[in-house]
């Protein structure tokens, strides 16, 4: 099992962007998923998370700015930022806990994508 995340790149303070993380591999089937972010000199935070059934959670910092949402059919996470900030500014990784076999599950992490936001 992958995730490739893609999506990420240099963008104005204000602007949007849409990231993708795609799954791949002998995929059962996906439960919840997420993304987490990585600044410089920071650890890793949680950004959005949403489940197998669609409930979304959003970091305070990117609540009304951000929106997660997945295509089960596609096998697909994405991250909608909108309004992005100076702050937004990191390395973006998606997550999520696969089952690869009906009897195995595991924790897996995309490769991350560099979102830098700057005028």
């Known amino acids: 099992v992958q995730l490739q995340a893609s999506g990420g790149g240099l963008m104005q303070p204000g602007g949007s962007l849409r990231l993708s993380c795609a799954a791949s591999g002998s995929i059962f089937s996906i439960g919840a998923m997420g993304w987490y972010r990585q600044a410089p000199g920071k650890q890793r935070e949680s950004v959005a998370r949403?489940?197998?059934?669609?409930?979304?959670y959003y970091a305070d910092s990117v609540q009304g700015r951000f929106a997660i949402s997945r295509d089960s059919a596609k096998n697909t996470l994405y991250l909608e930022m909108n309004d992005l900030k100076p702050e937004d500014t990191a390395v973006y990784y998606c997550n999520g806990y696969i089952k690869p076999t009906s009897r195995t599950i595991g924790d897996y992490w995309g490769q991350g994508t560099q979102v830098t936001v700057s005028s």
């Open positions: 949403i489940t197998a059934a669609g409930s979304a």
